[in-house]
């Protein structure tokens, strides 16, 4: 003993007191264990939240426990899935009290059935037992489905997550159709020209040998230089009805023939004519 030190053989720990302290200790400050909280030392209530964001319900909470367990899903063991169940309901009531209202509802389903389960049930002559819990598994089995269902949907790939969409343009080859002069559209130009002839028109008493090969050579001397010519200029007004009659006979024959092509931009638009070999 050391007496003149104030120091006995009780007062000083052995290596296995200390070892026993260092285990039983709550925490360690700059590697001294601490055997008991300070008196002042201060813990926020919401430093311990605890947060089940991983769960998206009741049902996705108890699918969690029972495979975690490896239990199956047929032959489920209500007392020690509801207590840990309850465990999980407590720590959200603590937090979250909004969040926690669906999970008490599957509490008092939980309770119940496994109540149901534990009390005897008299005997019955030739009654169908049916298991409490069916109803349960019914639902979880439902969830499971849906819930594999969609990890398959969503690992499908997706656009403007996995790959880009692709635009496709499609270039249009605009090709230039004249429009097709029906009859009825020459038989209105014809019609015009009469009308204008009978205003223009001198009493001539004469006889007159006209001839339709004439006509057309001079129609195609008026085209000779390629372009569009108005239907109207290729006719002379002052020979009469019987030169336009002469004149059209020969522009038709020309048409038959091939050796003009006449068209129209639109309905009641003029009328044009140009010779077919220069029309490319």
Known sequence: M??????????????????????????????????????????????????LEAFEGPLD???????????????????PLTV??????????????????????MAAMLLEIKSRMLLPRPPREEAIEIDPRAELVRRLLEYEQTKLAAARLDALPRAGRDFERVGVFVTEKIVERMPEVSLHDLQLAWLRLMKRARLVQHHH????????????????????????????????????PAGLVVSFLAMLELVKEALVVVTQNEAFAPIYVKLADSEH
């Open 2 to 51: 050391m007496e003149g030190h104030g120091l006995t053989e009780e007062t000083c720990p052995t290596p296995c007191e200390a070892n026993e302290a260092a285990n039983d200790a709550l925490a360690r400050l700059y590697g001294e264990p601490m055997l008991e909280l300070p008196k002042d030392l201060y813990i926020p209530p919401d430093a311990l939240r605890v947060f």
């Open 61 to 79: 909470l108890l699918l969690y426990l029972i495979r975690r367990a490896n239990i199956d899903v047929l032959d489920i063991p209500m007392a």
């Open 84 to 105: 840990q169940y309850l465990e999980y309901v407590e720590a959200m009531r603590a937090s979250n009290l909004e969040l926690a209202a669906e999970y008490l509802l």
């Open 205 to 240: 008493v004469e006889r007159e040998k006209l001839s339709v090969r004439e006509h057309m050579t001079l129609i195609l001397r008026k085209l000779h230089g390629g372009a569009f010519v108005v239907f109207d200029t290729l006719f002379d007004l002052e020979k009469g």
